[in-house]
């Protein structure tokens, strides 16, 4: 039995858009007008707001052999929403723009705003527009997330003080794990079609990968406790890369240690089967899209009641350069590329 | 004596976005925080905001072999912007995210972002984000832009009342003749490289293509003269086609006279070179960045101060359906395509 497949030209260009919106339903009160005009109109009085754009690109972000649609409109929105909470600050719109190739059927494309809407209903944000054109070049996403923060309270990456501790949320490295069993599975289907793939039970770092979460709920938490941090982003290419970023712009050094960074068990396990330092994995894998923020010192005790925030570190002078503290207590300078010292 | 040319990789992505983004500035009150952080913050006190989006892809929407980068990096500022103002709002930022090959040197993105940084100041526009990523598949460019409106005086299209005035702005149908232009020219280039391109002094129609303009000066005029459409959106397809959607989103019909439509005499003259009528160039072009709108009969006087703004028709009740009178007096059918009967 094969699959119904629609052909998008049967539909048009208009056509295509009216079938992808026509279940959209707009929940905020700041959306004034949505999909269908020349522009979406949108009203945050008293707010400030703040807006972020990500492009994705078949092949070089993504890889449909093993990308499930579903997911990739999923994982779309959730790399753009993570950013505005990186601003401390809440999602509310986002646009949605699609290059596609006529490969894709109407039915892929539903797949694909299934994901879209699902992201949507759980972070609670509204699709107001967007742009959708033909591409012979593969599949192209642009989405904008549009977010807004009360008054001057949003956090940027240049505050971090001297003393100030240095968190993140949730787990480090196991998406880069998971992209390397997913690349690992490709090519040997690639080169041995019959054989089955051995995904070993990796959901969690296969999710990680596929399916990631923004840290909404790290946001609401700050909030709902009164922290404000000093400095913040999200850990987008590494806890190395994106660590050096808060330390030039806010002209300060930092010092973590590696037996503070969290790593999953699964991603361990998983890093040592592939003879892979699990710390290196954590410093440069990238795509955690975890919060990376330095607060005061004496906001430390509010921290405690949340398992899901580790402190790794503290700021210092920037003279003091930017270093890890090993288990073996041996000090390594990060880099931007990770820590090379510690790769196989 | 060949030009300098520095490879991207020599900058890396985050060296290049600050080469890039190394002359910025900004200038509206409303630009909290702009390029460099996870995001871009707003504050458009008491205002509402506007907020469109377009995505161009290499060899779908444009073509490098006639297409100077710098008037590339205008367009696609433009043509956003000319949607912010088909809202009768007035844009205030931008994002540029891009897809770029490495076959483009630092030197060729320099003149990219020359014509972005001469489309922010021409229109007062400050450039506050976007990505950079690098493409497999040619070079690929998402803008998006930001605009705002005071509170409720936005203009959608489905305010269209019967009796209403269709005017449109400008000329319309150049910008289709000046891609046909450079296609045969590259069509030439292409069969025998050394025949030297024949551009014929078709200064007009080649400059509405690759440099077209939006028409801040007309959502001006309407401001001060007090006159709000009743319709509006810019004509991006062609006259028919973005006539029908303000038709069918206001449910209404129209009588438009081709003697009333505005075309250029170097488009009507280059148009009966190739053996096209310049009316169907006009209706099915596309291209034009100009605004179309309605207005409520009292308004018209207004209007007659204004040479570049054409009355071409008037609003009919829906089930008089949409349709086109000839010079000779005989009524077509308007169709998405444009006035196919007419087409040769």
Redesign the interface.
């Known amino acids: 039995m094969s699959e119904p497949r629609t052909e998008i030209s049967s539909l048009g260009e208009f056509g295509l858009i009216d079938h992808l919106t026509r279940n959209n339903e707009t929940h905020h009160a700041s959306t ?2 949505s999909v ?11 707010k ?8 994705l ?5 993504f890889d449909l052999t093993y990308t499930p649609l579903r997911h990739l409109g999923y994982k779309s929105v959730v790399v753009n929403l993570s ?2 909470y ?2 401390n ?1 809440t999602p509310a ?1 986002i ?1 949605v ?3 596609i190739s006529n490969r894709f059927s109407v039915e892929a494309l539903d797949e694909f705003y299934d994901g879209i809407y699902t992201a949507c209903e759980k972070y609670n944000v509204d699709l ?4 959708t ?6 599949f ?1 996403i ?1 989405v ?4 807004e ?1 009360a ?2 309270k ?1 956090v ?2 240049d505050g971090a003080k001297k003393g100030d501790l240095i968190c993140v949320s949730g787990d480090l490295g196991a998406a880069y794990l998971g992209l390397l069993l997913m690349e690992r599975e490709k090519r040997i289907f690639l080169e041995s079609p019959s054989v089955q793939p051995d995904l070993e039970n990796q959901d969690y770092i296969i999710r990680r990968l596929l399916k990631p979460e923004a840290r909404k709920d790290i946001i609401e938490f700050l909030q709902q406790n009164q922290i404000t941090p000093t400095s913040m ?2 850990v987008s290419d590494g806890l190395s890369s994106d660590l050096l ?1 808060i330390c030039k ?1 806010s002209n300060v050094g930092c010092v973590i240690y590696e037996d503070k960074i969290p790593i999953h068990e699964d991603a361990r396990l998983f890093a040592f089967k592939l003879e892979l330092d699990p710390t290196a994995c954590a410093l440069s894998g990238g795509e955690d899209y975890e919060l990376l923020f330095t607060i005061g010192q004496d906001e430390y005790e509010k921290l405690l009641t949340n398992e899901q925030i580790s402190v790794v570190g503290h700021v210092t002078d920037a003279d003091q350069g930017a270093h890890i503290i090993t288990r073996g207590g041996n000090k390594h300078p990060l880099t931007a590329q990770g820590w090379n010292a510690f790769k196989k």
Not at 144 to 147: E, K, L, P, W, Y
Request: no cysteine; charged share 20%.
């Open positions: 004034i007008l269908g005009d020349d522009a979406a109109v949108l009203d945050h009085f008293g400030q707001i703040v807006v972020t754009t990500d492009l690109i078949e092949d070089v972000h950013d505005i990186a601003m600050a719109q646009t723009s699609l290059g107001v527009g967007g742009d054109s033909s591409s012979n070049k593969g192209i642009s904008v997330a549009i977010g923060v008054p001057d949003f940027k990456r982003m999200d970023h712009q």
